[in-house]
């Protein structure tokens, strides 16, 4: 495994952090979870097990051990020094002033191990009138005009998966990357900092590109899309599908799909941008089309044509669908007190000469705390006398 021996101190919460963490774990990393004795506040949401674990926790944290911590108290902060020693990588995706206070800045941590490869991921990053506000994943969203765009009817829309918190989470672990073959040049570590408005403008950019250099503002689209059509979505007899029509060879085999070849030489349909100028008549081209299809029958002509085309599904279905089953993207982990194992989606890429870690559950709150501490050399009594004192 690629990352068999690197050691991640993952101080890291919701999703920005530990799923970084996560991607890691995947490929051999041994990731340590910190988090106080009572367990922090992303292991409670949206609660699936009898614990109060919730479904993002179970995915966040797959593959990882969990120590429990209180890392602003002395004797914590001495356990913090000792796992430093041992690190390759710590973890935490807080602002600066909260990582001064904890010991979790990079002067600090490189102090103790000139190794060290710090990794953050803050709301709006380090320098600016925001740096020391904090964010979520639909602030970035609203603040690099994905929320505007995708908006319909006069009212914005903020899309309801964290894509932005994910993103990041995949820069920071591409950082890492960069940060350990650097490290194998130079000996030593270094900070590799994200931030979710730096990620949110990056994926964007060609909007803010386009405006910039064109001076349009291409207003709100809801499922349309200003630079292709038909991108829609669009109701059968019995369910939903979106297409996405890109590029003149794929517009000409869906002309001719719906009947119209005479639209590929149609002047005002030349182009991307054209038919995004046009897209509500595309789209009501494409919507009589599909009326009187089921989703079966409309996907299976789309897709013997060669166009781009997906049913519309509801979370409940997602991981039932045959091509999902095909993949194998899907690892079940049982955690206990769930109903059932969980469907955990662990990093969708395979290497052709190096396989994923095997798949391990989430950790339970502190499960691992003694065996972590005993490898650091702390005896039976002295792992006792921290949890009396509420320490671990």
Known sequence: MPLKGVRVLDFGRYIAGPYCGALLADYGADVIRIEGPAGNEDRFSVPVAEDGSG???????????????????????????????????????MPDDALEKLGLDYPTLAAL??????????????????????????????????????????????????????????????????????????????????????????????????????????????????????????????????????????????????????????????????????????????????APRTNAEALGELGAAKVPAGAVLKPSEALAHPQVAATGVVDAMDYPGAHGPAPVVRTPITLSASAKAAPVPAPQLGQDSAAILAEMGYDAAAISALREQRII
């Open 113 to 290: 191990n000139p190794r060290i490869i710090l990794v953050t991921a803050s709301a709006f990053g380090s320098e600016g009138p925001l740096a020391q506000h904090v964010g979520f994943d639909a602030v970035g969203q609203a603040m690099s005009g994905a929320v505007y765009i995708g908006g319909k009817d006069g009212e914005p829309a903020r899309a309801q998966v964290n894509y932005v918190d994910f993103t990041t989470a995949l820069h920071c672990a591409f950082g890492v990357m960069l940060a350990l073959r650097e490290r194998e040049v130079t000996g030593v570590g270094q900070r590799v900092s994200g931030s979710l408005l730096g990620t949110a403008l990056a994926i964007t950019n060609g909007l803010t590109i386009d405006h910039a250099l064109n001076g349009i503002d291409r207003g709100m689209m809801g499922n349309r899309a200003f630079s292709s059509a038909p991108t829609d979505v669009f109701a059968t007899r019995d369910g939903w599908i979106m297409t996405q029509v890109v590029g003149n060879p794929i517009f000409a085999r869906w002309a001719a799909l719906v009947g119209r070849p005479e639209l590929a030489d149609d002047p005002r349909f030349a182009s991307d941008i054209l038919r995004g100028g046009h897209g509500a008549e595309l789209s009501a081209i494409m919507a009589d089309w599909c």
């Open 55 to 93: 479904g993002m926790f179970l995915q966040m944290n797959r593959g990882k051990r969990c120590l429990t911590l209180k890392p602003g108290s002395e004797a914590g902060r001495e356990i913090v020094r000792k796992l430093v020693a041992t690190a390759d990588v710590v973890i935490a995706n």
